[in-house]
């Protein structure tokens, strides 16, 4: 390895939130894409991870977290009125209601 190279590891944890892991000390994965990025260059890891397929897996994977996350604040603020005896359809504010 070259003196100024980086490992797979190194690349691991600066885009590590881009869904890129090492499989090994020598291998860089895309876990969205379930591929592999040659990591000894940042340019290329960035164009990976800005690449319409990337970007556009990434986006179907965050859309759908958001999705749970909201089905899981409903159905804890749902428990939260029935628990409380809080019939939703009485309540006058619609946002609630909706
Ligand atoms: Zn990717």
Do not use: W
């Amino acid at each position: 390895m070259p003196k100024n190279a980086v490992s797979a590891g190194q690349r691991t944890e600066e885009f590590r939130s881009e869904g890129l892991y090492g499989s090994d000390a020598f291998t860089l994965m895309c876990n969205h894409c379930s591929c592999k990025v040659s990591y000894e260059r940042r340019d290329t890891v960035l164009k990976h991870v800005k690449g319409e397929k990337h970007t556009s897996i990434a986006e179907s994977i965050n859309s759908a977290k958001r999705k749970k996350a909201d089905i899981e604040h409903l159905e804890l603020r749902t428990e939260v009125f029935s628990k409380a005896n809080i019939h939703l359809e009485k309540l006058e504010n619609t946002d609630i209601q909706n």
